[in-house]
């Protein structure tokens, strides 16, 4: 699909919009060499199992990020096929927008919007220890909730994640988050409510139990991870946290506090704030029953929506009394 690219009012090259994304020329690979400066590891922003991501300026100056495969592992091969399905069918504010692919024998690569804020992983979890206030992370949880309400419910089809973590959750220049990473997502199909795996998809620590005890995944599997997600948000303690050996885990800690003393497991850059209480006790509560064992018992993502809602509207209205 070899289409031209369109002038801006300065006569330079501009990207294409969501709504024109099928009409555009795919971008060059020597443009993006040139965008890297050869993939240069000075604009490395991180690497995992499926390849490495480049920031990049483009010709036209759009700053953008591109994810290269690792040719060399052929399920980031078939991963590559998987995310460009997913995200040019997927259109939504709370998800990491395709802008372009570039692919010949040799090379894979999807450009992507770049996020300026990195990733929820690097705010919760770097040596930084960066201040990230209650509103922050409750906005970033609800624009995730959101996204993931798309998938499941207002999507033509059913879009399972399958690898929902902070890691994946990228930020851009006014915080709001949006979910990437669709390498080893899957659709539902007709009327199906589940499908069965083949594999072990996903990261430890996140990944729904269903899927060692029954080979079985569904729109509750990825609210799993969402309730795991939640409460590391919270107590900023990630699910492999060396804490977290034998039979305890970060759900079975908040769990236990959550009966006598939530404070001892909540992030302590929160505590300052005596109005939270309540409204971490009702966030905490929906990730442990977003986190359950049955998959029946945790709640779909259309309702978590509207309790985050909810939880927001009475943290607010209390702020400006």
């Not at 300026?57 to 995310?83: G, H, P, R």
């Not at 991870?225 to 948000?233: A, Y």
């Not at 050996?245 to 302590?268: C, H, I, K, M, P």
Request: aromatic share 8%.
């Amino acid at each position: 699909m070899l289409v031209r690219r369109k002038l801006n009012k300065q006569g330079k090259m501009s990207l294409p919009s969501n709504t024109d994304l099928t009409n555009y020329q795919l971008i060059s690979y020597h443009e993006l060499v040139r965008a890297t400066s050869n993939f240069s590891d000075d604009n490395l922003l991180g690497a995992g199992g499926f390849g490495k991501v480049f920031k990049g300026q483009l010709d036209d100056e759009s700053v953008i990020a591109i994810k290269v495969l690792n040719m060399q592992d052929e399920v980031a091969s078939k991963s590559f096929d998987t995310e460009c399905r997913a995200l040019r069918m997927a259109r939504h504010r709370n998800l990491v927008r395709i802008i372009s692919t570039c692919s010949n024998l040799d090379f894979k690569a999807l450009v992507l919007e770049y996020m300026p804020n990195g990733s929820l992983d690097d705010w919760l979890h770097s040596s930084e220890r960066r201040h990230i206030s209650f509103l922050q992370r409750l906005g970033i949880m609800l624009d995730v909730a959101m996204a993931m309400e798309y998938l499941h419910h207002r999507h033509f089809e059913v879009v399972l994640h399958f690898d929902l973590k902070p890691s994946n959750i990228l930020l851009d220049m006014d915080m709001t988050a949006h979910v990437a990473d669709f390498g080893i997502s899957k659709l539902l199909v007709g009327d199906d409510n589940s499908i069965v795996l083949t594999s072990m998809p996903g990261t430890v620590g996140y990944m729904a139990p269903e899927f060692g005890s029954s080979g079985k995944a569904s729109r509750f599997s990825d609210v799993y991870s969402f309730g795991i997600v939640l409460l590391e948000v919270f107590t900023r303690k990630k699910p492999t946290d060396p804490m977290f050996a034998g039979e305890l885990s970060l759900r079975q800690w908040v769990n236990q506090a959550f009966q006598y003393e939530l404070s001892s497991v909540t992030d302590r850059g929160l505590l300052e704030d005596a109005i939270l209480n309540a409204c971490l006790a009702s966030i905490i509560e929906l990730g442990l029953v977003c986190s359950r064992t049955a998959p029946d018992e945790r709640l779909p993502m259309d309702d978590v929506v509207v309790k985050l809602n909810k939880i927001k509207a009475n943290y607010c209205a209390q702020i400006t009394k």
